[in-house]
């Protein structure tokens, strides 16, 4: 791998890893558009911010950036808490304007600086190799790489920090409020820092890029854990694995590396909603045919319980009595004696003392089950 390939890389995965830490928070408060709507509606904050200074220098852009980011959640919110404009609908409200304004700003005051959209919504990876940081004439390596992973570092940083904050914020706001955590500091907290990842990476890899980062790797990891920890962990890992996976398809397909290390994403995504050994397609179709035979069994030794112990019942009538295959109650039967619940007696079966004791142990279950719930409900 050369160097240049080596840069663009590391850029995608610090921007996947760093983009995956705060929005796992993202996922998990419902939220995740928001990420959309910040990177889009900071628009206006990167213009004012250029006009004002006069360069594209990164401290102007990333404040310009923050404030607009904070402010962009700040009128969600108020939209929000006017009871009549539900949280989706106050972002789509909000983010369009915003953005309008800085498309109108940009075009009409920028026109001829690199602040176009194309800048803007796409970036360009591949050119990070050649954007070198200098100070006092000195050669610091790509200005890119060190961005990206100085935003990595500060995302790493604010997550360790406020970890148990985060944490008890994001799944019980309330309990937090309680013991004098403000959710309302929290949430503004994790809004700046995802302004801040969203500017800091516009310029390298583009909006697009930075929405799918801050989105689908947590989604993934969602799907793979119920551990918070291992959840974030996982974000980054998935991000950075997209990064390193996506530069590879567009090095085989010759296409835009920041749209191969989106669909990259995309497809870990697709595959954990497929896969994923708890919460995947495959394992809850298992999970309802496991459950199906299991409600079928019981329904099985439930007839044959009521039914006569002496000359038992015979296959084909249970298949009359519940409307299933002739094969398929061959197939319970043979299953349950597998089990010893079921016995044959001549040309039919009938229940065996295992069989007894299984309904008595379902029949309790059940009651078990409705003390429970009746306990809750009170």
Not at 210 to 237: D, E, G, Q, R
């Amino acid at each position: 791998m050369t160097y240049e390939q080596w840069v663009i890389v590391a850029v995608g995965a610090c921007v996947g890893a760093g983009c995956a830490l705060i929005g796992a928070f993202l996922v998990l408060r419902k939220i995740a558009m928001l990420g959309d709507a910040i990177s889009h509606a900071v628009l206006p904050g990167i213009a004012i911010a250029f006009l004002l200074s006069g360069s594209r220098a990164t401290l102007p852009m990333v404040i310009g950036a923050g404030i607009f980011g904070v402010l962009t959640v700040v009128l969600v919110g108020a939209l929000s808490r006017t009871r009549r404009i539900n949280e989706d609908a106050s972002i789509g409200v909000v983010f369009p304007a915003l953005f309008s304004v800085g498309v109108i700003l940009i075009s009409k005051y920028a026109a001829g600086v690199d602040l176009d959209l194309d800048c803007v919504l796409f970036g360009e990876i591949a050119y990070s190799a050649l954007d070198t940081l200098r100070v006092g004439g000195a050669s610091l390596g790509p200005r890119p790489l060190w961005i990206t992973g100085g935003i990595l570092l500060v995302n790493l940083v604010v997550v360790l920090v406020f970890f148990k904050e985060l944490k008890l914020t994001s799944f019980d706001p309330e309990l937090a409020a309680a013991i004098g955590i403000s959710p309302v500091v929290m949430h503004y907290v994790l809004m700046s820092a995802v302004s801040v990842t969203v500017v800091g990476s516009f310029e390298s890899v583009g909006a697009i890029l930075v929405v799918a980062m801050l989105i689908v790797p947590p989604a993934t990891a969602y799907l793979l854990t119920n551990s918070l920890a291992m959840m974030l962990v996982l974000s980054a890992l998935c991000g950075a694995a997209s990064a390193v996976g996506g530069y590879a398809v567009s090095a085989w397909l010759d296409c835009s590396v920041a749209g191969a290390m989106a669909t990259v994403s995309g497809l870990m995504f697709v595959v954990a909603l497929v896969l994923s050994p708890r919460y995947g397609l495959v394992a809850q179709a298992w999970a309802r045919a496991l459950l199906g035979r299991r409600m079928r069994e019981q329904l099985v030794l439930l007839h044959l319980g009521s039914a006569s112990a002496q000359h038992g019942t015979a296959a084909a009538e249970l298949a009359q009595r519940f409307r299933w295959r002739a094969a398929q109650a061959e197939r319970l039967l043979g299953g349950l004696e597998r089990r010893k619940q079921v016995e044959r007696v001549g040309d039919g079966w009938r229940l065996t003392s295992y069989g007894t004791e299984a309904i008595e142990r379902a029949g309790k279950d059940v009651l078990r089950h409705a003390d429970e719930d009746g306990g809750g409900a009170a």
